[in-house]
């Protein structure tokens, strides 16, 4: 079963920096390329960020370029989403996601999410 | 930036067919995924490629896409089918989702 568990989340002040964990399993994780997705609370789904197999290409959001960095080590099965001069409109929860291989090109398994919430 | 619009609400009565759209620039050169999401729920990929349903989504979701404007179709709408909707292509490498619709069964 394809398990995808974010960690890492919690009350950051303005300015600050915050590390998401996302901790896959059930499938081969070097293998496949990762999302990181984020809704604000009552709002849609924005997507932020993207990594390939090996971790060479790192596409961004225009909103979070030059502040958060995508990353992810496939010896540990484990995605990353590094965080920094966190403003208050990056407030959301924050869901690790698989692309997939079979439907191409949607994003097949979502984590249940971790909230970030960046107050003072 | 590349933008995809869809209307922030639709309402369908149970059995009816709910049309929801989603408009973007010459979004019929993209490939096309549709998302559900319940409250309190991660979203699920409903669609891909436009129209093809991933395993275990049920023939009632369909969906297709030309010119300006993508559009996803439940038929046989029921209750279960209650949620946001969301839209999703690529531009470049670059993810984009719509802004999202309630369908409300009523």
């Known amino acids: 079963e394809v398990q995808l568990v974010e960690s890492g989340g919690g009350l950051v002040q303005p300015g600050g920096s915050r590390t998401l964990s996302c901790a896959a399993s059930?499938?081969?994780?070097?293998?496949?390329?990762m999302h990181w997705v984020r809704q604000a609370p009552g709002k849609g789904l924005v997507w932020v960020s993207r990594?390939?197999?090996?971790?060479?290409?790192?596409p961004y959001a225009d909103s979070v370029k030059g502040r958060f960095t995508i990353s992810r080590d496939n010896a540990k099965n484990t995605l990353y989403l590094q965080m920094s001069s966190l403003r208050a409109e990056d407030t959301a929860v924050y869901y690790c996601?698989?692309?997939?291989?079979?439907?191409?090109?949607?994003?097949?398994?979502w984590g249940q999410g971790t909230l970030v919430t960046v107050s003072s | 930036s590349y933008e995809l619009s869809q209307p922030s609400s639709v309402s369908v009565s149970p059995g009816q067919t709910a049309s929801i759209t989603c408009s973007g620039d010459?979004?019929?050169?993209?490939?096309v995924c549709w998302y559900q999401q319940k409250p309190g729920q991660s979203p699920v990929l409903v669609i891909y490629e436009d129209t093809k349903r991933p395993s275990g989504i049920p023939e009632r979701f369909s969906g297709s896409n030309s010119g300006n404007t993508a559009t996803l179709t439940i038929s046989g709408t029921q209750a279960m089918d209650e949620a946001d909707y969301y839209c999703q292509a690529w531009d470049s490498s670059t993810g984009v989702f719509g802004t999202g619709t309630t369908v409300t069964v009523l």
């Open positions: 010459k979004l019929g050169d993209k490939y």
């Open positions: 996601v698989r692309d997939s291989k079979v439907a191409r090109p949607g994003l097949d398994y």
């Open positions: 990594i390939n197999s090996d971790g060479s290409s790192t």
């Open positions: 059930g499938f081969t994780f070097s293998s496949y390329w």
